[in-house]
Every structure is written in C-alpha cells, then in structure tokens.
C-alpha cells in the first residue's frame, strides 16, 4: 500500500491567495483527519471526517479554512484568503473501520503539506 | 509581551542505551493511549498503544507503562539505535472518541 498520499509536499504563496491541499486516504480507510502543525501550537487537529461525513470541525480556524471530501479516496483543504500565520506543516491522516471489538484506533499519517506564506 | 517559540523536551543518550520518554496526562477518563514517533521531514507513525485496562505492554525493543494512578505513561526503548532520533508524541483518547489529543512531544536524540 503506498500510504497516506499528500500533495503537493510544499507550498510557497503569497498572502491574500488561496491555497489547496490535497490528501488521498489508506484505500479501505473510512475516517479522514487533517492535522495542522507549528513549533507554537503542537499538532492541531482541524476537521474530522467518517464516511466522507465532516463529523467535528471544531479546530478549523476560522471561515478562511474550508475541508471536503466529495468521495471515500479524496479530501482537500483549502484556505481563502491565506496569510503568514497560516504557514506551518499540514497532515493528512486515515483510520480503518473499528473492528467488532474496537481494537485500534491507529491513524496513519501521510508525509505533510509544507506551507509558507509570505 | 514578546512570544517565543516553545522548545520541547529533549533526551540525549548513547546509542546502546535504553531510552525512557515520559508523558503526563490530564484526563482521568482517557481510556486509550498512544504512542508515535515522529522523524524530521515526515509525518508521525505509529509505534505501541495500550488500554487503561493494562499497564504494559510490550512490542519490538518498546515497552510502554501507564501509570494511571498518577496519569503517566512511559515509552522504553531498548538498546537505543541513531534511526530511533525522532520526536516522540504521546496520544490520549477518551471513551470511544474516536478523536486523540496528542501531548507536545519529546525530541530524543541518539548519539553514536
């Protein structure tokens, strides 16, 4: 299995553009997890998603953020207008179906969206 | 004031020498924690978990003890090796939630 895939893997922009990032789950996957992370804050978990279903997007920033995922294989992320506080590295992250025991609730990260606005 | 950057906690050992990286946690109905490792440049991985059921558990040259009378949980490594430099994440999930709530994380650098 190639992974969790991301794209692209960085991202330079200017402030005031929209950027879009792109993460392609574990094929079988049924939850989807866009993580946001910085020296400052850690890693974030921005939005949520089980059966292409936003389930929690608590920690999306603010109405600049938007995240979909319009089949079980794709989801993006994009922000509109960006700025320079936005620049941090994004995850991608997909976990299988629970077992009938509910035994793992591992996430596997894909390798990051480096963004940097300027 | 002036923010600074925050700077994680850092171990420097010897490679042979066995690693333990320690994590606090706040919430005492957690029931369900984890651990990954997380190399420069790439995204974190999983390592070990473990259910408040246990306090051990052992995997490949990783052990991991919970605590939880005092909410702690630790990651050995055995016989350290340089490919084991990384920042390590601890991850705590709370009844069934299906949303972790990842600790700052621990630099551990291995010198040869």
């Known amino acids: 299995d190639a992974g969790v895939i991301q794209s692209p893997r960085h991202e330079v922009t200017e402030m005031g553009q929209e950027v879009t990032l792109r993460c392609k789950p574990i094929?079988?996957?049924?939850?989807l997890f866009w993580y946001r992370q910085t020296m400052m804050r850690g890693l974030e978990l921005l939005i949520y998603?089980?059966?292409?279903?936003?389930?929690?997007d608590s920690g999306m920033p603010e109405d600049r953020f938007s995240a979909k995922m319009p089949n079980a294989s794709f989801s993006t992320l994009k922000i509109q207008p960006s700025e320079p506080r936005d620049s941090a590295v994004y995850f991608c992250?997909?976990?299988?179906?629970?077992?009938?025991?509910?035994?793992?609730?591992?996430?596997?990260f894909g390798p990051g969206t480096r963004l940097t606005v300027t | 004031g002036e923010s600074v950057g925050l700077h994680l906690p850092t171990l420097s050992v010897q490679e042979g020498d066995n690693s333990i990286i320690n994590c606090a946690y706040s919430?005492?109905?957690?029931?369900?924690f984890i651990w990954y490792k997380q190399e420069s440049g790439k995204g974190p991985q999983f390592i070990i978990d473990?259910?408040?059921?246990?306090d051990k558990r052992q995997g490949q040259r990783v052990t991991v003890l919970l605590n939880k009378t005092v909410k702690h949980l630790s990651l050995q490594i055995a016989a350290t090796q340089p490919g084991d430099s990384a920042v390590y994440f601890c991850a705590e999930r709370t009844g069934g939630s299906y949303i972790p709530t990842f600790g700052r994380g621990t630099s551990l650098i291995v010198h040869p």
């Open positions: 094929s079988g996957h049924n939850s």
């Open positions: 992250a997909s976990s299988p179906p629970l077992g009938r025991r509910g035994t793992s609730y591992e996430q596997y």
């Open positions: 998603f089980n059966n292409n279903v936003p389930i929690d």
């Open positions: 473990i259910r408040s059921n246990m």
């Open positions: 919430n005492s109905a957690s029931d369900y």
